[in-house]
T-cell receptor, first 114, second 110 residues
Framework: NAGVMQNPRHLVRRRGQEARLRCSPM?????VYWYRQLPEEGLKFMVY????????ESGMPKERFSAEFPKEGPSILRIQQVVRGDSAAYFC????????????FGNGTRLTVT | KNEVEQSPQNLTAQEGEFITINCSYS?????LHWLQQHPGGGIVSLFM???GKKKHGRLIATINIQEKHSSLHITASHPRDSAVYIC????????????FGKGTKLTVNP
């Protein structure tokens, strides 16, 4: 019973390139959350998705960032035209029913922008 | 002021000691989570609670809703407990997002 799978674990991009981060939730989980952890800072909520729907994207930067959770396949967090300030650890979590059900976290993707 | 405050920021203990990490919050919540982040970076959910007390092995979490305060206790601490412990709250009002404290870095020396 695989947990939340994130890939890649480490991603290096040059300024201006695109970064695509993938998250496969636990089996049976249809609620996905993305969080960002900047160096020396706490975790911050980015976006909450259910299958094919964005429920809450209040934590997403207005530009360059987008997220999707298609009917088939993993959830994708996409960052266009990356800048050095995007360097961070990006964590995905999933839950079966949303609300206050327990969260299961992935191991994160560490993005480095050079 | 952050909505979720943890103390202490850093904590060093000797193996076997009883550990307490505190979390205070300033908003209405529907649940509070305690998370553990190991040096490798992965995050594990330890507890989710909305009232009272929960226990799992050597870990105990309590919450006082009236005082807006929660504590995480570790009994008979061990070097493998060394990690960052993070408190997070689900804000009341329908929002699904978590608001996180900055974490407490615990080091347990042998």
């Amino acid at each position: 019973n695989a947990g939340v799978m994130q890939n890649p674990r480490h991603l290096v991009r040059r300024r201006g390139q695109e970064a695509r981060l993938r998250c496969s939730p636990m089996k049976g989980h249809s609620h996905v959350y993305w969080y960002r952890q900047l160096p020396e800072e706490g975790l911050k909520f980015m976006v909450y998705l259910q299958k094919e729907n964005i429920i809450d994207e209040s934590g997403m930067p207005k530009e360059r960032f987008s997220a999707e959770f298609p009917k088939e396949g993993p959830s994708i967090l996409r960052i266009q035209q990356v800048v050095r300030g995007d360097s961070a650890a990006y964590f995905c979590a999933s839950s079966p029913t949303g609300g206050d059900s327990p969260l299961h976290f992935g191991n994160g993707t560490r993005l480095t922008v050079t | 002021k952050n909505e979720v405050e943890q103390s202490p920021q850093n904590l060093t203990a000797q193996e076997g000691e009883f550990i307490t990490i505190n979390c205070s919050y300033s908003v209405g919540i529907s649940a509070l989570h305690w998370l553990q982040q190991h040096p490798g970076g992965g995050i594990v959910s330890l507890f989710m609670l909305s009232s009272g007390k929960k226990k799992h092995g050597r870990l105990i979490a309590t919450i006082n809703i009236q005082e807006k305060h929660s504590s995480l206790h570790i009994t008979a601490s061990h070097p493998r407990d060394s990690a960052v412990y993070i408190c997070a709250v689900s804000v009341q009002g329908g929002s699904e997002k978590l608001v996180f404290g900055k974490g407490t870095k615990l080091t347990v020396n042998p």
